[in-house]
Every structure is written in structure tokens, then in C-alpha cells.
């Protein structure tokens, strides 16, 4: 059974930090190429950042800078750090991931919540 499980959201303040974890289980992690994914209240998801197995990164325009995605291929997880965070970055923040050759990729989390908030 493929399992993605997302932590480490929250609230903070702008201009803060979050680092976001994605605990993955059931597959074979250096494999897969993987991706974060955000929606915020009345807007479509939107691809924030990816990675693929072989560790080529994208990244959104609007988080260029102050987002780094990463990953610990011996600890099966997918990171998400965020500095300088503006309250345009509040949303669902999910993680993403399986074989194919673009995202979205066929695997989810559940997503958690990232609030950016005075």
C-alpha cells in the first residue's frame, strides 16, 4: 500500500520559516520523482516545486529564492523548506509522486495546512 503523509505545516508569521516533511512508504523512494502541490481557498491547485529521482529540481516563479525542495533518499521523505514566507503563500500544501514522466504524478497526501498570518 502507497502512502504519502505530509507534516510540519502550521501557523507563522510573515517573513517566517516551515519546514515541510513527506514520509513516503510502500514504494521505492529514490525511484520516484517527486513534487509539491498547493491550493488556497478559491484558487486551483498549482505546482510549487519538484524533483525528480535522479534530483533535478523546478521550482514556481513566485517561491524562486525562498523555497527548497529536497530530499533524504535513506529516509524515504520529501522536504519542503520555506523562508520568508508571505501570507500569498497560505494554503493546502500537498505531496505528490509516483513514475510518471510529469506531474501531477499519481500518488497524494492528504496535504496540510500552511497559514502565513500577523
Known amino acids: 500500500q502507497v502512502q504519502l503523509v505530509e507534516s510540519g505545516g502550521g501557523l507563522v508569521q510573515p517573513g517566517g520559516s516551515l519546514r515541510l516533511s513527506c514520509a513516503t512508504s510502500?514504494?521505492?523512494?529514490?525511484?520516484?520523482?517527486m513534487a509539491w502541490y498547493r491550493q488556497a481557498p478559491g484558487k486551483q491547485r498549482e505546482l510549487v516545486a519538484s524533483?525528480?529521482?535522479?534530483?533535478?529540481?523546478n521550482y514556481l516563479d513566485s517561491v524562486k529564492g525562498r523555497f527548497t525542495i529536497s530530499r533524504d533518499n535513506a529516509e524515504n521523505t520529501l522536504y519542503l523548506q520555506m523562508n520568508s514566507l508571505k501570507p500569498e503563500d497560505t494554503a493546502v500544501y500537498y505531496c505528490?509522486?509516483?513514475?510518471?514522466?510529469?506531474?501531477?504524478?499519481?500518488?497524494w497526501g492528504q496535504g496540510t495546512q500552511v497559514t502565513v498570518s500577523s
Open positions: 510502500g514504494v521505492i523512494f529514490r525511484g520516484l520523482d
Open positions: 524533483i525528480t529521482s535522479s534530483g533535478t529540481t
Open positions: 505528490n509522486g509516483g513514475y510518471k514522466m510529469f506531474p501531477p504524478y499519481e500518488y
